[in-house]
């Protein structure tokens, strides 16, 4: 492939359109307020655009597969800078929403491929380096959302959290024909047979289904925060809406540290086994989960932003590790499978967080149902590290 340091940059822009939505969550009271819709109801938001988004990423990651991951991942960048400008002239809840499921399928069609084609564009010394690169990319868009959600808020109002990210897309698209020239390797209609059985004898693996089972109850447990802090904050009366992004963006900011320090760290040794790091991850998490339940009714920026911190520092390290595990699971012209797996496996524990964190906070307010995130997700961990870990350690990964 010509220049892959060139496509490795493209593809993570492309990518970040999807994980820049942090922007939205900034957004949920003034979009509540906007649309006269109870907080409770904005969880549809959230939905609609994770449930397109994880169908779109198991259809076009195979499609990826078959047809091209490069075709794909552009057509879902096109569809996102369609998507993006809509949202922002949506009049009405509904509408709002039914565009939101648009711009899922959009982004879930780029998010499914890119995992591919970063793979495809490293040597396989260098795969792990920019597999944790990329995955600092996704934590450096999920840090930079809040970040730019709370000035564009003041700035534009809630329009500005979607049409933003329009030009992130139209640049991948104008400088693809030079930086995207990679030969997808697709497998085409003769190889679905193969392909289909080795897929389906990797799914049935138990340490694989453990793994991928971890990664949806660790986003769903840590969606918690993105779904209620920004709630918490706003009743906060000295904290405006650009110091609350700020505060919330540290969340990701420790996951896109953690995430950088790995990959340089795994481009010099490979000491640290990708196992490690999934099971170490889970307890930061919890860790970093129960101590914002614990401060967050303080109403101190400064604990908060240590719990936020360190909850970041936990996704980062799980998501590291799993990422990698997975694409080794699976064989290279099933890649875009396994970036689909990747993707829906977020999107389910973000759909399953939702709708969990969301009743319990309805119901019990904003400090239990972040509580009750930390205790599932430590039941988990602990099943996990005892009866799944065995398995787990002597599947496929780094030696």
């Given at each position: ?42 969880v ?22 078959l ?21 922002a ?99 085409g209609?003769?190889a ?29 447990a ?30 990701p ?26 099971k ?73 967080g ?17 509580a ?19 398995a ?8």
């Open positions: 492939m010509k220049r892959p340091a060139f496509a490795l940059v493209l593809v993570c822009l492309g990518a970040m359109v999807a994980p820049l939505d942090t922007a939205v969550n900034v957004a949920f009271p003034a979009i509540a307020a906007a649309f006269g819709v109870a907080p409770r109801d904005i549809w938001v959230v939905i609609a655009f994770v449930f397109t988004q994880s169908l779109s990423s198991l259809l076009f990651g195979r499609l990826g597969d047809y091209g991951h490069r075709r794909m991942f552009l057509i879902g960048m096109a569809g996102s800078v369609f998507a993006h400008g809509a949202l002239m949506a009049g009405d809840f509904l509408s709002l929403v039914g565009l939101r499921a648009l711009q899922g399928a959009a982004v879930g069609m780029a998010m499914a491929c890119a995992p591919a084609l970063v793979s495809m564009a490293s040597s396989p010394a260098e795969r792990p380096k920019a597999l944790a690169l990329y995955a600092s990319a996704i934590s450096g868009a999920l840090a930079l959302g809040p970040l730019a959600g709370g000035w564009l808020i003041d700035a534009f109002g809630w329009p500005g959290v979607f049409l933003y990210r329009a030009p992130f897309a139209l640049l991948v698209l104008f400088l693809a024909p030079w930086g995207l020239a990679i030969n997808d390797h697709a497998t209609h003769a679905r047979p193969a392909a289909a059985a080795v897929a389906w004898s990797a799914l049935r693996a138990s340490q694989f289904l453990g793994l991928q089972g971890a990664s949806v109850v660790v986003q769903g840590l969606f918690s925060i993105m779904l209620w802090v920004p709630f918490a904050l706003a009743g906060w009366p000295t904290l405006p809406v650009a110091g609350a992004g700020a505060l919330i963006a540290l969340f900011a420790g996951a896109l540290m953690t995430s950088l320090w790995l990959a340089r760290y795994r481009g010099a040794s490979s000491g640290l086994r990708s196992a490690a790091l999934v170490t991850g889970q307890w930061l998490s919890v860790a970093g989960l129960t101590l914002i339940a614990l401060v967050l009714s303080a109403q101190s920026a400064a604990m908060l932003a240590v719990a936020l911190w360190l909850a970041g520092v936990g996704m980062g390290v799980f998501q590291v590790g799993y990422q990698e595990r997975t694409l080794e699971a699976v064989p290279a012209d099933n890649r875009g499978l396994a970036g689909s797996l990747i993707n829906v496996t977020r999107l389910l524990g973000i759909v399953l939702a709708m969990l964190s969301g009743a319990a906070g309805a119901s019990l307010g904003v400090v239990m149902a972040i009750l995130s930390a205790v599932a997700l430590a039941f988990w961990t602990c099943l996990f590290l005892f009866v799944l870990q065995p787990l350690s002597e599947g496929p990964g780094r030696s």
